[in-house]
């Protein structure tokens, strides 16, 4: 899969990713866009992809299959033309060694499918941290812009409180002083 973030080798379809910069840390926006983008090309190719592994699995199954049930015919040739009893001991524990590495086969395919099934669970885990971690910087910065904001909105509303306080006082205070002239009409008189 590809959701590796540039957390390992591995891009979508299980191609190799562009490398990331190694002079310096991809941005936390960086790597999130770049989630977004594997995310959209697993989702596009994961049908494809599915088919190929299932195929690629059940030929190598298929292949192992055979294998052993061509040792199981070539024991079974075998046994008649053993005629003492130590041939006959070894061609049986050839068969239960046979019997035990097709039990060990089955095992072994269950146990890759549950370590590719982790391997992409630790993919999906580390690219969820990537989301959650973008979004709790998203509402930080929200509520930093939230905050400056309010804080605008008190400082504009007292800046209008002050004005307005200003042009009240203005508008009294020619009441209150006389006119020029008539200041010069009272030194004179």
């Given at each position: 899969g590809g959701l590796s973030v540039c957390l390992s080798a591995r891009g979508p379809g299980g191609f190799p990713c562009a490398p990331c910069p190694t002079s310096r840390p991809p941005t936390l926006q960086a790597a999130f866009a770049h989630l977004a983008l594997a995310f959209r090309c697993d989702v596009f190719t994961l049908r494809q992809r599915v088919q190929v592994e299932k195929r690629a699995r059940d030929a190598a199954e298929e292949n192992i299959q055979e294998e052993l049930g061509q040792c199981r015919a070539a024991l079974e040739r075998l046994g008649p033309s053993c005629a003492d009893a130590g041939?006959?001991?070894?061609?049986?524990?050839?068969?239960?060694?046979?019997?035990?590495?097709?039990?060990?086969?089955?095992?072994?395919?269950?146990?890759?499918?549950?370590?590719?099934?982790?391997?992409?669970?630790?993919?999906?885990?580390?690219?969820?941290?990537?989301?959650?971690?973008?979004?709790?910087?998203?509402?930080?910065?929200?509520?930093?812009?939230?905050?400056?904001?309010?804080?605008?909105?008190?400082?504009?509303?007292?800046?209008?409180?002050?004005?307005?306080?200003?042009?009240?006082?203005?508008?009294?205070?020619?009441?209150?002083?006389?006119?020029?002239?008539?200041?010069?009409?009272?030194?004179?008189?």
């Open positions: 041939c006959k001991e070894t061609l049986e524990q050839l068969q239960r060694s046979l019997a035990v590495l097709a039990s060990a086969v089955e095992r072994a395919t269950s146990a890759a499918e549950k370590l590719g099934a982790v391997h992409q669970e630790a993919r999906m885990s580390r690219a969820a941290e990537v989301m959650v971690q973008h979004v709790e910087n998203l509402k930080r910065h929200h509520m930093r812009e939230h905050a400056e904001l309010e804080e605008m909105k008190r400082l504009i509303q007292q800046n209008s409180r002050n004005r307005q306080l200003a042009e009240t006082q203005d508008d009294a205070e020619p009441r209150l002083r006389p006119h020029p002239l008539m200041r010069t009409f009272q030194q004179v008189t």
